[in-house]
């Protein structure tokens, strides 16, 4: 949050992720007023930068929220999704509760029966209030007020937060509509300027133009997710796609599976797809997009060819009839019988769906159906964070639970690694160097400790005179 000249603008209003009951315990309150904020200034729309608008509007933000066009149209879907998954999360927390409640009234019950027989024990027994149900964070209806709330703009043009502060959007190449955000504060006669990263992409996207170079500052905020990790080189997607293709065209059946995030790489993965089928590097077979996150999604991104690179939208611009279409002729699969019955086709196919990281989601009964097959493929595309099934399976497990069922693993797992659309230790230290000098403070944020530690000593001894790495609620007066 920037506060000057008695105005409150947020940058990014997210989401903590990660275990259930200590994510909500954390994004149930916001450590500010909601009231007193003025504006919202919105680099992207990956959850954990945007999935708290909907609580904030809820309690009682009356502001804009500034955000590209991409952003704004990625919102929607992404929240409305996440306003599901708050619903069904509340439902199982609920029950979970009740189920313990019940638990230890059995409990007591039985104890008193054994110290008291004489007493009637089908008595009332007090253990504990009757837990009241988890109501969700917020519902379909507060993502329908926040998403009336969003003022889009392009890159590049000026606009006007609140009294005192102005704002531009730049290409930050990290996923649609991305943006890193220049910030010009004035305060009577003194004035700053400030660069917020986001999250900062990388050059070398199948899709996306690469990150605009950032511009010079008194204030910096970067992310540091990948503050002490190189990743390797992009390239390389493309042509382990392609020998994947070929051996599933060389066995002539089953079904090469393949987990990807519905925003990002389930469209990368269309484009490539769609470039080998047209270049004869594999056989041409059935492709089927199994996800309705990531069918949605897939018209967001064609809508938005104002934001592919060059070379994109050479290679787009000949798909024949359909233009601009990733890949011309993709299934994209509507039903969730229609999803099944894709488990009794014999042809070869490739199948995309999600979750990415083989959590939930249609992607499940594909891995109940495709796993124990020698004759499919699972070809990961995406990290698989540690605790994941994605991370069993890569891990070489032979057999893992999927839904309460056992699940030998007989099928072919393929690990590519190396597309992040996160900049990583050295594209960030690229990024920033040029404004070492200049630079009155580098602040380090998004990242965990051990990747902001040493990026922060890297970015000291390349000249920066102050590198701060704020902690939760912290303030600083600059
Ligand atoms: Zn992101």
Redesign the pocket.
């Known amino acids: 949050m920037i506060h000057a000249n008695g105005k409150r603008v947020l940058l990014d209003c997210g989401m903590f992720q990660g275990r259930r009951k200590e994510a909500r315990k954390l994004n149930l309150t916001f450590g500010f007023d909601p009231n007193r904020v003025d504006a919202v200034v919105q680099s ?1 729309a ?1 959850i954990d ?1 945007c999935g708290k608008l909907p609580l904030l509007v809820d309690c009682g933000f009356q502001g804009k929220i500034h955000a590209t066009h991409g952003t704004q149209d990625l919102c929607a879907i992404l929240l409305r999704d996440c306003a599901h998954i708050l619903l069904r999360d509340a439902l199982y927390l609920s029950k979970k509760r009740m189920k313990e409640h019940a638990r230890k009234r059995k409990l007591a019950r039985r104890q008193m029966r054994e110290v008291h027989d004489f007493i009637d024990y089908k008595a009332e027994l007090d253990v504990g209030k009757i837990p009241r149900p988890i109501a969700p964070l917020y519902l379909k209806e507060d993502v329908e007020e926040a998403m009336k709330r969003f003022k889009p703009h392009r890159y590049g043009e000026w606009f006007q937060a609140c009294d005192g502060m102005r704002f531009r959007l730049h290409d930050a190449g ?2 649609l509509g991305s943006a890193w955000v220049e910030a010009e504060i004035t305060e009577g006669s003194r004035s700053k300027r400030l660069v917020f990263t986001g ?1 900062y992409g990388r050059s070398g996207a199948p899709l996306l133009r690469k990150p605009q170079p950032l511009v010079a500052a008194d204030i910096f905020l970067a992310e540091s997710t990948y503050g002490d990790r190189l990743h390797p080189p992009f390239k390389g997607m493309r042509d382990g796609l392609a020998a994947a293709v070929q051996r599933l065209a060389q066995r002539g059946a089953g079904k090469l599976l393949i987990p990807a995030f519905a925003v990002g790489r389930t469209q990368d993965l269309l484009f490539h797809l769609g470039q080998i089928f047209k270049n004869g590097e594999a056989p041409t077979v059935p492709v089927y997009v199994d996800s309705p996150l990531a069918t949605e999604a897939t018209g967001i991104v064609r809508k938005h060819r104002e934001y592919f690179n060059q070379s994109a939208l050479d290679a787009l611009n000949g798909n024949g009839g359909e233009s601009f279409a990733l890949l011309p002729g993709a299934h994209f699969v509507e039903s969730a019988n229609e999803s099944k019955a894709l488990n009794h086709h014999k042809e070869a196919m490739i199948v995309i769906s999600a979750s990415g990281m083989m959590e939930q989601g249609r992607i499940l009964h594909h891995l109940i159906h495709a796993l124990p097959r020698e004759d499919c493929e699972l070809l990961v595309v995406g990290y698989q964070a540690e605790g994941t099934l994605g991370r069993r399976v890569i891990e070489g497990a032979d057999e893992v639970r999927i839904l309460g069922e056992t699940v030998r693993v007989k099928a072919r797992v393929e690990n590519m690694t190396g597309f992040s659309a996160h900049a990583d230790r050295n594209d960030l230290l690229n990024a920033l160097t040029p404004h070492a000098g200049s630079a009155e403070v580098l602040f380090l944020v998004h990242g965990e400790d051990d990747q902001r530690n040493s990026l922060a000593d890297e970015f000291r001894s390349r000249g920066f005179s102050r590198v701060e790495m704020p902690q939760m609620d912290q303030s600083f007066n600059l």
């Open positions: 992207h990956h930068h990290h996923i999250d």
